[in-house]
Nanobody, 123 residues
Framework: QVQLVESGGGLVQAGGSLRLSCAAS????????KAWFRQAPGREREFVAA????????DDADSVKGRFTISRENAKNTVHLQTTSLTPADATTYYC????????????????WGQGTQITVSS
């Protein structure tokens, strides 16, 4: 059974940083394209960042460009999202997702999802 498990969320002051991690349960999915999305209550899931299977290509949403960095360690079946300069607008639940095929920013194109990890930002 394929599982993605996120960790690293928490409470941080505005301007602070957090490093989110997503661990894959199988070696196969660890080589899939990975992405981070976030979703606030009552809103659609929003693309944050994506990375190719070997880390050679990444894509970031304009809202996080220059502040968030996605990376991966396939040997550890893990993908990371380093967040910096956090603002209250970044406070929500972050989800890790995986798919085969081409990189995508569309949530419906990702069949595998984690349960999410919460970022809370105090102003």
């Amino acid at each position: 059974q394929v599982q993605l498990v996120e960790s690293g969320g928490g409470l941080v002051q505005a301007g602070g940083s957090l490093r989110l991690s997503c661990a894959a349960s199988t070696r196969t999915i660890s080589y899939y394209r990975k992405a981070w999305f976030r979703q606030a209550p009552g809103r659609e899931r929003e693309f944050v960042a994506a990375i190719s299977w070997n880390g050679g290509s990444t894509d970031d949403a304009d809202s996080v460009k220059g502040r968030f960095t996605i990376s991966r360690e396939n040997a550890k079946n893990t993908v990371h999202l380093q967040t910096t300069s956090l603002t209250p607008a970044d406070a929500t639940t972050y989800y890790c997702a995986a798919r085969e095929g081409a990189q995508s920013t569309r949530a419906y194109e990702y069949p595998y999802w984690g349960q999410g990890t919460q970022i809370t930002v105090s102003s």
